[in-house]
Nanobody, 116 residues
Framework: QVQLVESGGGLVQAGGSLRLSCVAS????????MGWYRQAPGKERELVAT??????YYASSVRGRFTISRDDAINTVSLQMNSLKPVDTAVYYC???????????WGQGTLVTVSS
């Protein structure tokens, strides 16, 4: 119903920046919340940021460094990551929550590695 394709992951040194992108297709009109999650090795998947039509939310660990945004013209949600730290190293996943069914769709994940 909803397909998510992520890109932008890679290797970056501490203090550097990366921009992740997530392109949505399918039943786009049913999406009510989009978000970014991450999962570091040996840890639980955690929420990074979310965006609705009128608000954004950031985890305290990334607030002030990361920015979530969207471009409706190309059905894309992005995550701008600045001042990256080694603790940010993780697989980052794009998510889309749809109305009525309450289902959550996931992208394939993209690896971000921050070296010290």
């Amino acid at each position: 119903q909803v397909q998510l394709v992520e890109s932008g992951g890679g290797l970056v040194q501490a203090g550097g920046s990366l921009r992740l992108s997530c392109v949505a297709s399918g039943s786009i009109s049913s999406i009510v919340v989009m978000g970014w999650y991450r999962q570091a090795p040996g840890k639980e998947r955690e929420l990074v940021a979310t965006m609705t039509s009128g608000s954004t939310y950031y985890a305290s660990s990334v607030r002030g460094r990361f920015t979530i945004s969207r471009d409706d013209a190309i059905n894309t949600v992005s995550l701008q990551m600045n001042s990256l730290k080694p603790v940010d190293t993780a697989v980052y996943y794009c998510s889309a929550d749809v109305r009525t069914s309450g289902m959550r769709y996931w992208g394939q994940g993209t690896l971000v590695t921050v070296s010290s």
